[in-house]
């Protein structure tokens, strides 16, 4: 991407001027649309501007520009990417900072938002390298044989999609909720179109401004639309996915788009979710498990102040507890300082606006009907360095629900801001039923350090659940927390929560990717794929396969090595040389009536040594290094007398840097009758050719 110039700057009264980055440029601002006001004074801080986009040409413009770019990188490179994006916007990151204040982010609110969504990018980049091949596609599980004869197989491959990732995000994190759904499809090779929520998107913008001057990612990879999507649904085929984060009816208004359901366009939806904490039995007053749940009920609160997916709306314990878990709550929350951001005594900031509070507060009216509020009062509360009447301040407010079986409101209704309820339970099962009544929820805490409890719990509510948190003392000072989504762990959740898997590694990579059933002869297979496997062709010359340079290896290249004898005498000499005198291969007797043993055998060990010795090409040579196996297997046990001797085939080869690739070799060590003994992959750096 090369720079193009923003002319989003703020106008002279401060305020900022939202345009779109679309066909790589800025479109330039239209005609003021709305107004997006400052969470804490009221003021107006950024406009939208209203341009008639083309979406049918964004979207084409995304398929054929960045989709090539990307289409031409491996996975390797475009972990590269998104490394050298994360640097670059570490640096950068003050800019974000500065304006999420006015969204009402205190520093650590910010923190969590921006570094996490860098923090996201790094773990992606870091996986991109480790996990994944440094090729363009994946191959998912092993050659499957189709046919008597072997003339007929079948491999899966997993190719990127030709289309347009469309993410729509929710308000309460701009920076993370674009990152974190950026990283998976750009590893996977998608371009991404990506629309903010009106209310926080001049952050969004401000970071999109970021990413542009960058320079880092491929022209098109990238499209940023602030305000409306006007018909982009409706351009949309079945190569693209639509990626959403918000709110429940929202999502289901998408979900039923005429176009999304005709063309079966993938649509992953992160949806609102009404999160557990369980306070186990055992967690009695006193304990480190009970400060735990207190700790974090209250944090899950005030953090955003309240406006996480993740946030904690019911905390359930047991019933003997209760009065022990409200007081403690109260005076904990007592102590939170709520006001303006930016000053530093902060420690909870307002909703992202005047309608988001109104909107909590209807919520939290209708949940009054079943609850009754124990903490906080909307109408009289403390302010540091800011106007209640400007602001869209509400303090922590924490319910207590007498019948939670019987209630439905306090299962139903997410007051998405600082709003708890706490209710009793009588036994575990009791406990499982009253949180599924979430009906599939994000992510549900348990705090106990009973095994049997934590068991029962969480496999109770394991199915309704996309992530369980079980925190006792053992992981009290390095636990993430309840409400940190993690990249390497899923993120989403069954039922009212969406359904989708946004995160979780690189599993999610495959939301952007098709799985293919790719069938044909053995030697077609390995031919399209790069992967030999046992029933393609082999190569066989005078030339040892060690002797080839990483480029000049051919996948196939194999050799057969001479066969060597096993003696008792190797097999005394191995033992005592190594110590490994296990009774198998010392004492005949022993092994009489044995399962597996015929009699004394062979160290599997032995057999890999000798395996070696057999098949090594000992001069200096383009192999640089032996630096592991994988998949090791003793399928049979070789008896003093016996025969063996080894196959040795490359069967996979992947490119590390300029000097040198990783070769994977199949290797399989036979008897004299012909039968294996072991089969394993052996890894090796060769040499580039250079
Ligand atoms: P929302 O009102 O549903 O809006 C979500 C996004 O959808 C916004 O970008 C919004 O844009 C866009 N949108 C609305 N109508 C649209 C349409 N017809 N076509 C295209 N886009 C449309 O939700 P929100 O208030 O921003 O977010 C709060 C909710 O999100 C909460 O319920 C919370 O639980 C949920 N959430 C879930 C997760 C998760 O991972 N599960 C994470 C964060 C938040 P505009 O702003 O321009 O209307």
Known sequence: MTQPQSSGARTADNVMKLDSFVRGKWSGPGEPAAEIHSAVTGDVVAVTTGSDLDMREILAYGRAVGGKHLGKLTFHQRAGLLKALADYLTKHKDRLYKLSFHAGATRTDAVIDVDGGIGTLLAYAGKGRRELPNSKFLLDGNVEGLSKGGAFAGQHIVTPLHGVAVHINAFNFPCWGMLEKLAPALLAGVPVVTKPATVTSYVAYELVRIITESGVLPEGALQFIVGSTGDLLDHLTCQDVVSFTGSADTSQKLQRHPVIAREAVRFIAERDSLNAAILAPDAVPGSPEFDLFVKEVAKEMTVKAGQKCTAIRRALVPSAQLDAVITALRDRLAKVTIGNPENDKVRMGPLVGLGQRSDVLAHVAKLRAEAELVAGDPGNF?????????????????????????????????????????????????????TNRGGGSLVASIYTHDVPAATELAFGIGSFHGRVAIIDRDCASEHTGHGSPMPQMVHGGPGRAGGGEELGGVRSLQHYMQRT???????????????????????????????????????????????????????????????????????????????????????????????????????YGPVLANYGLDSLRFVKPVQPGEQIQVRLTAKEKMPRNKQYGEVRWDVEITTGTGETAATYELLTMNAMRG
């Open 382 to 434: 403390a302010l540091l360095d800011a106007d209640a009447k400007r602001g869209a301040f509400v303090p922590p407010l924490l319910l207590h629900c007498v019948k939670p079986l019987a209630a439905t409101a306090v299962h139903e209704i997410e007051a998405f801001g600082p709003v708890s309820t706490v209710m009793g339970y009588d036994d575990l099962d009791q406990a499982i039923a009253l």
């Open 517 to 619: 059933a790719l069938q044909g002869s053995p030697a077609m297979l390995s031919g399209v794929t790069g992967r030999w496997f046992k029933g393609s062709p082999m190569l066989e010359g005078d030339l040892h396969p060690f002797r080839y340079h990483y480029d000049d290896l051919e996948i196939g290249r194999t050799l057969v090595s001479k066969s060597r004898q096993i003696t008792l005498d190797d097999i005394e000499h191995f033992a005592h040389f190594t110590g490994d005198t296990f009774y198998a291969h010392m004492d005949e007797e022993a092994t009489k009536g044995h399962p597996f043993f015929p009699g004394r055998v062979a160290h599997g060990y032995l057999l890999l040594s000798f395996a070696a010795g057999l098949f090594v090409d000992p001069d």
